[in-house]
């Protein structure tokens, strides 16, 4: 993959997070303003949520260090990871919608 091939394909997926991050701070907002139980259950997926947020920072970084052969499995590796997180997103927006 070339060097400019590797930097769109960096910054889609920079781009892609920070649009997640927005969903992620709605979560924590309609999570201050819910009744107890729906407050759980938004405080469970908003530790989900972070934990997945943190690793595809980390996979990320590394992408950005890597190259050859080490570029082409950890990009393998943070698509699994990044679709995981694209399904949570998901499922926890159809969840709890109001």
Same mark, same amino acid.
């Given at each position: 993959?070339?060097?400019?091939?590797?930097?769109?394909?960096?910054?889609?997926?920079?781009?892609?997070?920070?649009? +997640? #991050?927005?969903?992620?701070?709605?979560?924590?907002?309609?999570?201050?303003?819910?009744?107890?139980?729906?407050?759980?259950?938004?405080?469970?997926?908003?530790?989900?949520?972070?934990?997945?947020?943190?690793?595809?920072? #980390?996979?990320?970084?590394?992408?950005?260090?890597?190259?050859?052969?080490? +570029?082409?499995?950890?990009?393998?590796?943070?698509?699994?990871? +990044?679709?995981?997180?694209?399904?949570?997103?998901?499922?926890? #927006?159809?969840?709890?919608?109001?």
């Amino acid at each position: 993959m070339s060097d400019e091939s590797k930097k769109a394909y960096i910054e889609k997926l920079e781009a892609k997070l920070k649009e +997640w #991050t927005a969903e992620f701070d709605k979560f924590k907002e309609k999570a201050k303003n819910s009744e107890t139980k729906v407050k759980e259950e938004y405080h469970k997926k908003i530790e989900d949520l972070r934990a997945r947020r943190e690793d595809i920072k #980390t996979r990320i970084r590394k992408l950005k260090e890597s190259s050859g052969g080490t +570029w082409e499995e950890l990009k393998s590796g943070t698509e699994k990871v +990044w679709q995981e997180m694209k399904d949570a997103i998901e499922k926890g #927006t159809s969840k709890f919608k109001h």
